[in-house]
Structure formats: structure tokens, C-alpha cells
């Protein structure tokens, strides 16, 4: 979902970036109060071992691959604001050391990945886990780098309308909804799997070795 | 304050190369760029490049394939799109060569805190990473089976997920032993 500058119009990235403004502001209070002295250097692991998660290309059957998030793990083990925080971090330093995805593409992805990942992730996991944990931490996994495409998708899609040349050819990204959401979903179904199979053993892990983390919540 | 200003500049200039769609405009933007990039010039412009070519050509293939089919015009999007995108990009990195973006994003002294902590840790993590790749191609002289790769990547997420966990910790203490905490 690493999409480069120049696809979104500055109709959709201005409003976006205004509301992720505001997101980022409320987060950042809200995990000021929360953080004790130990959480903020895990949150700066966990965000450098989210961006090498991303960089982990996992072979699928088919010859394809797929690249896991993490944002269902940082949600679930934290909550969505330190979630939300540590993804839009990955995606900006992403964007601006390693020119993956770009500077307009970030409230985007931000907003997608981050914000709506790391609520449906939450949510998704505070009401199956008092049916079954695994089944919660999978369903989390997949359910939000799902939504997340989707949400994608939908900005991509509407690109076209936001403005056409004289001769009639697009000025962003060309595609419309019905190709952007069957191109972005359809993968990610398959991807989503990578991801619920990352966020269940990970988690897991976590619980053995950094028990404390989960006693302090 | 002088990355601080920086930042609102190129902030400024991808708000009017995203809203203008001239393409000799765009073309003249792009020659300033490669003018004041000076002797970055070839490092800049190879770093832009590979940065794009690959969501570029796959957009403007299949805009070309659908353009050609449905007889639509596609020559002037297609250079408009590449253009603009790739003026983006060169933009983006001349921007992070001269701009401590540590300090141009020191408005909140808690953000800086995590991207300092966060960012030094990607640094490393990314060079173990490359190390794990290079280290797999060393070992294989055909294409890794499935099997393979999977045994490989579940190592390599253990690695990392210990080397988080363990580097937290040690932050954590280095931190405190250092008055950060103000125990």
C-alpha cells in the first residue's frame, strides 16, 4: 500500500492531513497521561520492529508475497492512540529516509493503516476475547489490514473525480473504485492471513517474556 | 529554526506541484531542482528513480493497455503523472539531505523523544535486516524453496522481536541510571 506522491489530489491530503492533525494532537495528550518511564522505550522498539515487519516480504502459496503491518499487535498490546502514534511514525520515517510512500500518501495511509487498523484491531479483539483469545488475536489481524485496504482503496478510487485535463484524461491516480477495491482487497485477504498468523504468535511471545507490559494496563 | 522554515517551504511546493498541472511548468520545476541539487545531482536523481519506477510503470502500463483499448488519449497523463510524481520524489529527498528533521519536528518534545529513540533503532534494525538478506543469498544458489524462506523469516521476526524487547529494557535502564525519569 506504499503509494508515492502525486497520486492524491490536494482536495483529499489537506482535509486528511487537518484530521490527522487533530488525531495526532489528541493521541499525543492522551499518552501523556498513560506512558509511564518504561513505555516510552518500548513504544520506540515496537515502532522499529514495526518497520522492519513491513520490510519482511512473506512468500505466499503462488509464487506472490505479502507484507505484514503490525498495527493489530501495537493496538491489542497498547491501545489505538499508541497504535495509531507508532504506525504514523514507521510511515513518516518511511516516507522521508527511505522515499517509500510519500509526504501527501502519509495522512492516507496514516489515517487507513493506523487509525482505522488500529481501531477495528481493538475492537475486534476487546469482543472475541472474552470468547476465545487466539480466535480474538487473528480475527484482529486480519480484520484490520482488511478494513485498512479498503479504506485505502476508496481514497484511490475517487481520485478521478477530484479533477480532469481538457482532453478528458485524468490528473491523479486514474483508477476508479470498481478496479481499486477489488485490486486492493482480493490480496489482502490473503495477506490478512500473514498478519492474524503474526499478531497471535507475537503476542504470545510478548505475554511470556514482557509480562510486565500487560500487568500495568 | 532554520529546518523548521525548510520544511514549511517544501511543504509550501508540494501544495503548488500537486494543484498546478502544467507540464512545462512541472518540466521547469524539475530543471530548478536538478540545478540547485548541484554535485547530489546523480545521487538524488538514482535515489528518485528507484524510489517510484516500480508503482509508476505498473499505473502507467496499465493506464497505456486501458487507454489503448478503450481508444482514449493517455500520452499527456502518462507524462504528467511521471513528472509529477518523480519532481515529488527528487523534491523529498533533496529536502531530507538538507534538513535535520529531528529538530524540524521538535514541536513537541515527547514526539521528538520517541522519533529520536525510534529512528536511531530502525537505523540499526535496517542494517541487520540488509545483513539477514545478504547473508541468505551467500547460502543458496538457486532460489530458496518456500520452506525455506518461511524457516528464515520466522528466525529473522524472533531476532527482531528479542532485539526490540532487550533494547527497551536497556534504554529503559539507561535512561533512568541518566536522571531522564527524574527518580
Redesign the interface.
Known amino acids: 500500500m ?9 482536495k483529499v ?2 482535509p486528511l492531513y487537518g484530521i490527522s492533525a487533530g488525531l495526532w494532537a489528541y493521541g ?1 495528550r492522551k ?2 497521561k498513560k506512558l509511564n ?2 513505555a ?10 514495526c ?3 513491513m ?2 516480504a ?2 505466499l ?1 503462488g509464487g506472490t508475497t505479502a507484507h505484514v503491518t503490525s498495527v493489530a499487535l501495537l493496538a491489542v498490546v497498547f491501545d489505538i492512540w499508541t497504535a495509531f ?2 504506525v504514523s ?2 510511515l513518516f ?1 518511511n ?3 527511505f ?2 510512500g ?3 500518501t502519509l495522512p492516507v495511509n496514516a489515517l487507513g493503516i493506523g487509525f482505522i487498523g488500529s481501531v477495528v484491531a481493538f475492537y475486534t479483539f476487546k469482543t472475541l476475547s472474552r470468547w476465545k483469545k487466539t480466535v480474538a488475536l487473528f480475527a484482529a489481524g486480519w480484520l484490520s489490514i482488511n478494513i485498512s485496504a479498503l479504506a485505502i482503496a476508496v481514497v484511490l478510487g475517487v481520485q478521478p473525480l477530484m ?1 480532469r ?1 481538457e ?9 476508479g473504485l470498481s478496479v481499486t477495491i477489488p485490486a486492493l482487497i482480493i490480496p489482502h485477504l490473503l495477506i490478512g492471513i500473514g498478519e492474524g498468523i ?1 499478531t497471535v ?2 503476542y504470545k ?2 505475554e511470556r ?2 509480562s510486565e507490559i500487560f500487568h500495568e494496563r | 529554526m532554520k529546518d523548521k522554515l525548510f520544511l514549511l517551504f517544501y511543504a509550501a511546493a508540494v501544495i503548488v506541484v500537486t494543484s498546478y498541472h502544467n507540464i512545462m511548468f512541472l518540466a521547469g520545476f524539475l530543471v530548478v531542482m536538478f540545478v540547485l541539487s548541484g554535485a547530489q545531482f546523480l545521487l538524488l536523481f538514482r535515489k528518485a528513480f528507484f524510489a517510484v519506477v516500480f508503482f509508476n510503470s505498473i499505473i502507467s502500463v496499465s493506464y497505456l493497455t486501458v487507454s489503448l483499448i478503450q481508444g482514449h488519449p493517455w500520452a499527456q497523463y502518462i507524462v504528467l503523472i511521471n513528472l509529477r510524481v518523480f519532481l515529488l520524489t527528487f523534491m523529498g529527498f533533496f529536502i531530507i539531505n538538507r534538513v535535520n528533521l529531528f529538530k524540524a519536528l521538535s514541536f513537541s518534545s515527547t514526539m521528538t523523544f520517541i522519533l529520536v529513540l525510534a529512528g536511531s533503532q530502525i537505523l540499526t534494525f535496517k542494517k541487520i535486516y540488509d545483513d539477514f538478506a545478504f547473508a541468505l543469498k551467500s547460502r543458496v544458489i538457486k532460489r530458496a524453496q518456500t520452506k525455506d524462506l518461511h524457516n528464515y523469516i520466522s528466525s529473522m521476526i524472533c531476532f527482531f522481536l528479542n532485539k526490540s524487547v532487550n533494547n527497551s529494557r536497556e534504554v529503559t535502564q539507561a535512561m533512568r541510571s541518566r536522571g531522564f525519569f527524574g527518580d
Open positions: 506504499h503509494i508515492p506522491d502525486g497520486f492524491i489530489s490536494p491530503y489537506i499525543l499518552i501523556k518511564e518504561q516510552i522505550p518500548f513504544v520506540a522498539s515496537l515502532t522499529a520492529f518497520f522492519v515487519a520490510m519482511i512473506i512468500p502459496p502514534l507508532s511514525l514507521v520515517i516516507a522521508v529516509l522515499g517509500n510519500g509526504i501527501t479533477g485535463s482532453d478528458g484524461s485524468p490528473l491523479f491516480f486514474p483508477f503474526l504468535v507475537v511471545f510478548l517474556t514482557f
